[in-house]
């Protein structure tokens, strides 16, 4: 929350220097990250060409494949490189379709959150008064309550699904970029254009759309950002809680918490694997996000 | 929020069909539901909640048959245990690395905290819970696994912390919930520490030629303080239910079994009893933070006037 | 004091463990154990659940005790015998002594009872084992219990409830929970309870039967199967119920650890939903279409059953820890047929019979089951997915928790129906008489009556509901046996449900340490030695 925060403190302007922007942007760490994220984005987008089998497809996968050790050939005659996990899916493919649903989840409840979030927010930080007061009551209220414990609560109720992954993570995430959303907004309704603006006559919704809107959103790029590395980890904490994704699909979370019932017995390439890329992922996230963040925040400048 | 968790478990699920044993006679299952007070429409049941509550009743657990408040407030020292270890080793490790951080940004040493502060953020904390108890205990065979340990007394308070056996159960669980903690005071500490060395009293004390120590302890600690404590007591909240996760790994006797495993069950007065609790706990923790905030730093009431 | 002993005691076990030195260098007579659950109370007549009336063996005794096969031996009676058709006299065992000294005598037998049957707010009561009796003090050690029709069971009822103090009729369950009131008369006493974290019980020196071999067992509740298993491993507890299957293989291999198996009552079986009334929504043709249960076929049922690997589901996913099953007992059990065998493995004969009742095209198929109920429940349903799919049924696996599952289940469909067309559930006999699950799940559904209680798929064939009936009404026990081992087989050849396996049990302890087990998967301290 420190970082929000900080955020939405300082002012953002993307227009900064385009030099140091090029020499940032060039930095070996962002590079990297950046790298990373490509890869990563690729292996989701193509996982059905990428994937040696189809870790979803129940009438390929067998039990009777289930623990093979890395290496290890298949009934079909597949090598799973990565071994296979206790239903007999190949590790390699599970993962790589794992960490598909792991995006959709993460990415898609981030955009319905920071819509919902924009929207509550532009509205509290334009008007102000009462209907400020009463929406930031509501969004205090939401953050009160700690993330994982709504999103537990709304899981065990729901039941399973990648749809209803995806809305508890945006019901406990929207509220964050409501927040900053109005810190934003609120800066900008007191400068002198908007002010000119609305002394030409121009509707509210066209002030909020044209000129509010443009100027509050380079925070939440970075708020996006952060908050996407964030979701994944919390969607794979709710899956080894036993809420979330169908066990026949699983997500990087799932493929972990299956996986951890067999390591003491040896079979430590069910959840070592999964896990490795679910840190990979997020961290690539958090690096880039952090990076986006100096980047955009003439106030770290040195 | 109360209301909405209150209908959702009542249309989800009704614990009575899980707890009932099959064998038994048709009467005694509506016997049970009437005892809970399940036989109502959910309406007359959320009534009932509200006057109950209004005299500090939230009704008793469906499964333990006791109040849910009480269970909560009997478990809730172990968690309170948890987070404050948790805390005191996020300070102790974090503000440290944070202000060698802030003081040599370009070094090779902040390139590897930073670093670690990264990948701190990133690990998912039940899959390093898990590797602990791997590494520590069933290789190493040095750290207990699950449970409390031995509980002490001390001046009247009760808790494992006084106790040699009880300090060893600590150990994992509460680094593994530090671990988050530790990743944000480094960089809570380093953003100050660079803000603060780029003062006009820092650089004055340096022109002065204080030794550097000095100025650290005297100067940039007192400063950088303020704003890492306040985030860390309004943190503490959110640190007692990322408890749950560790608690659940750990098998640590606290707050967050209790409600994980109420959740599971639908034991609907405890969920609704912990959430209550949970927010009642965080608006105190904002309250005393928003008190602390203006008495120990007096730019705060400059800074809200001009809102 | 006794503290700093046990400080001193966890100090020395703490180092030995960490300089590595094997523990089978006994320092006391102390145990610790690691259960996989706990009572939710420790008043024996608040809920009618497995985990809490094995912990109420180790405090309390009943009239009648069950052994490990749950074979009816004396407990507090010494013997019983009925003396006409309708009442049971019960001689009670003298000189036996509750652990507040206290004389054991037949006034605390009709007051247990009147306690038993009414403890408020329970959730799942004991009333069932007490309503309709009469119990009638002939002197101070013998009762008599009467009922209006002939019921051979009474003694299997009995076997239920545990005796208390009459002194402590009107206590509440907190007293009990406190240990104000828990007084038995069993082989250990009650010391105390910290929820969530342990429960301590001492030896009772004064027990009538055979003394326990441990001062103290300290029980430490942990939930998740690998922290248990770990805490062995590492030392911290002597003895762990519920070994993951994945952990067994590499426990029996670790030197100083002893691992203890046994085939359970405890089986998991599929319904197969039989009507079409109401339609249940979860079987559709190849176009989404919702169709009618295909199951109302017994060539489908059969064909289900076929297609079902139980032997790959015990290799592969059990570690070997299940033996297939085709009925609710297993074998050497009570109500057992040796008729009966598991069906084998046939995918091309399941696709015959599926050609021949005219779903040669297959079908879409959801099936349903509890997370984290059974070993390896969600695991099993998965696979049982796969093996479907692969004879041309599209099946996908919801799972829920259990609170949700069994409302659903019981009553989620149209006007309060069961919900699933196809579920998988668990079932072990906690009465050891054998008419227990023909009269819950094979009987047809008669509310009123207590028949069918748990027949969620509309199963009914009049012949199998009067050899249930009859049998039930006779007093002589083998006769009624044999009909219920009759009706057993009608049904379970009608696929009325289709056993999958039956659990075997496991428990794991530190060298030196035995435990004699049975068809019972829960553990009974007294009998770690």
């Known amino acids: ?302 | 929020m109360s209301l909405i968790v209150f209908f959702m478990i009542n249309f989800v699920g009704d614990p009575v069909d899980m707890l009932v044993n099959p064998e038994s006679l048709p009467e005694e299952i509506e016997r049970v539901r009437k005892d809970f007070g399940l036989d109502q429409p959910a309406h007359i049941q959320y009534w009932k909640f509200l006057q109950g509550a209004m005299n500090g009743n939230l009704g008793n657990s469906f499964i333990f048959g006791r109040p849910a408040l009480a269970l909560i407030v009997e478990r809730f020292p172990a968690t309170l245990e948890l987070a404050t270890c948790a805390l005191i080793i996020a300070i102790i490790v974090g503000l440290p690395l944070g202000i060698f951080a802030g003081l040599k940004p370009n070094s090779f040493g902040t390139r590897i905290i930073m670093s670690s502060s990264v990948l701190g953020i990133s690990i998912p904390t039940f899959w390093l819970g898990l590797m602990m108890i791997i590494v520590f205990s069933v290789i190493l065979g040095w750290l207990p696994v699950s449970g409390r340990g031995e509980i002490g007394s001390f001046l009247g308070i009760q808790s494992s912390l006084f106790t040699y056996d009880g300090l060893l159960h600590l150990i994992m669980p509460a680094t593994n919930l530090a671990l988050f903690k530790i990743a944000m005071v480094i960089r809570l500490a380093r953003a100050g520490t660079e803000e603060v060395m780029s003062f006009d009293f820092i650089k004055f004390a340096r022109a002065r030629g204080l030794p550097s120590k000095r100025i650290v302890r005297f100067h940039l600690l007192p400063n950088i303080l303020i704003p890492i404590v306040t985030v860390l007591a309004i943190e503490f909240g959110t640190l007692i239910a990322f408890a749950t996760v560790t608690e659940t790994i750990f098998a640590w006797p606290g707050l967050g079994k209790l409600v994980i495993d109420a959740i599971i069950n639908l034991d609907r007065p405890i969920v609704v009893a912990y959430l209550m609790f949970v927010v009642t706990l965080f608006l105190i923790l904002n309250l005393i933070v928003d008190i602390m905030y203006a008495f120990l730093d007096p730019r705060v009431r400059v800074k809200g006037e001009d809102q | 004091m006794n503290k700093s002993f046990l400080k001193v005691v966890t100090f020395v076990v703490a180092i030995s463990s960490v300089i590595g030195f094997s523990s089978s260098s006994v320092l006391s007579d102390d145990l610790k154990v690691a259960l996989a659950a706990e009572p939710t109370s420790m008043d024996p007549h608040y809920q009618n659940l497995t985990i809490n009336n094995s912990f109420a063996t180790q405090v309390y005794n009943a009239l009648v005790l069950q052994d490990v096969n749950q074979k009816l031996l004396p407990g507090l009676a010494k013997s019983w015998k009925p003396i006409d058709e309708l009442t049971w006299e019960f001689k009670l065992r003298p000189g036996v002594k509750f652990h507040n000294g206290a004389a054991f005598t037949s006034e605390d037998v009709t007051a247990t009872m009147k306690r038993a049957a009414n403890v408020p707010n329970s959730p799942s009561s004991f009333a069932t084992f007490i309503k309709g009796k009469k119990f009638e003090i002939v002197d101070d050690l013998t009762i008599r219990i009467s009922t209006k029709k002939p019921n051979p069971f009474i003694p299997n009822d009995m076997s239920r409830i545990a005796i208390i103090d009459s002194a402590f009729v009107n206590s509440t369950t907190e007293d009990f929970n406190t240990g104000v009131a828990s007084f038995g008369t069993g082989p250990f006493k009650f010391s105390k309870w910290l929820p969530g974290d342990l429960i301590e019980i001492k030896r009772n020196n004064a027990y009538w039967g055979d003394k326990v071999k441990w001062d103290n067992i300290i029980i430490r509740p942990i939930k998740d199967g690998t922290t248990r298993t770990a805490a062995l491993i590492s030392g911290d507890v002597d003895f762990i119920e519920r070994v993951p299957p994945s952990d067994l293989p590499n426990l029996e291999k670790r030197k100083g650890i002893s691992v203890f198996k046994s085939v359970s009552n405890r089986s998991l079986y599929l319904t197969l939903h039989m009507t079409d009334n109401p339609r249940r929504p979860y079987t559709m043709d190849n176009n989404d279409k919702p169709i009618a249960s295909p199951f109302q076929d017994v060539r489908m049922r059969k064909a289900v059953s076929l297609a079902i690997n139980r032997q790959a589901i015990s290799d592969r996913i059990m570690d070997g820890l299940s033996s297939p099953a085709g009925q609710f007992s297993p074998k050497g059990y009570i109500g057992y047929s040796p008729n009966l065998k598991p069906d084998v493995y046939n995918p091309k004969r399941a696709k015959e019979l599926m050609a021949e009742a005219g779903y040669s095209d297959g079908f879409k198929l959801t099936i349903h089951g509890p997370a984290g109920r059974y070993t390896n429940d969600t695991r099993i349903l998965e696979a049982i997915a796969q093996m479907l799919s692969s004879i041309g049924i599209q099946t996908s696996v919801e799972t829920m928790p259990a609170s949700v599952f069994f409302k659903r289940f019981a009553r989620g469909g149209a006007n309060k129906t069961p919900e699933f067309t196809v579920a998988m559930s668990g079932y072990a006999n906690g009465s050891g008489e054998p008419s227990h699950p023909l009269r819950i799940f094979i009987h047809t559904k008669q509310k009123k009556r207590g028949y069918g209680p748990g027949n969620r798929n509309g199963y009914s064939n009049a012949e199998v509901d009067k050899l249930i009936e009859d049998g039930r009404a006779s007093m002589d026990v083998s006769k009624g046996e044999k009909k219920f081992i009759k009706a057993t087989e009608i049904a379970m050849r009608e696929y009325a449900l289709l056993p999958i396996h039956h659990v075997v049990a496991t428990w794991a302890a530190r060298e030196g340490i035995t435990y004699e087990q049975g068809a019972l998967d829960s553990t009974f301290l007294h009998f770690i030695r």
């Open chain 1, 1 to 302: 929350m420190s970082e929000i925060k900080l955020i939405s403190e300082n002012k953002i302007n993307i227009g900064t220097n385009s030099k140091i922007l090029l020499r940032k942007f060039t930095r070996p760490s962002t590079l990297i990250s950046l790298g990373l994220l490509f890869l990563i984005i690729f292996c989701a987008l193509f996982a059905s060409i990428l994937a040696p089998t189809n870790p979803y497809d129940l009438k390929v996968v067998s039990i009777l494949d289930s623990r093979l050790s890395p290496g290890d050939k298949m009934l079909n005659g597949t090598v799973a490189w990565l071994g296979t996990d206790g239903a007999g899916r190949d590790v390699l493919s599970a993962i790589i379709f794992g960490l598909r649903t792991s995006l959709v989840v993460a990415i898609s409840s981030a955009v319905i959150a920071l819509i919902v979030g924009l929207f509550v927010g532009l509205i509290a930080g334009f008007y102000g008064g009462k209907i400020d007061a009463f929406l930031m009551r509501i969004v205090d209220i939401q953050l009160s309550f700690p993330a994982i414990l709504v999103a537990l609560v709304l899981l065990a109720l729901l039941g399973k699904g990648i749809d209803k992954v995806i809305i508890a993570l945006a019901i406990v995430q929207w509220a964050i970029y409501a927040r900053t959303v109005r810190a934003a907004a609120i800066v900008e309704r007191n400068k002198e254009y908007i002010q000119a603006a609305s002394c030409l006559g121009l509707s509210n919704s066209l002030i909020i759309w044209k000129h509010l809107l443009p100027n509050s959103i380079s925070p939440l790029i970075v708020l996006a950002t952060l908050q996407t590395a964030h979701s994944i980890s919390i969607e794979a904490t709710l899956s080894f809680l036993g809420v979330g994704v169908p066990i026949t699909e699983p997500s990087l979370g799932s493929l972990i918490s299956n996986g951890f019932d067999f390591i003491l017995s040896g079979a430590y390439w069910i959840t070592f694997f999964p896990g490795l890329m679910l840190l990979a992922t997020v961290a690539a996230i958090n690096i880039f996000g952090d990076q986006l963040r100096i980047i955009l925040n003439p106030r770290v400048n040195r």
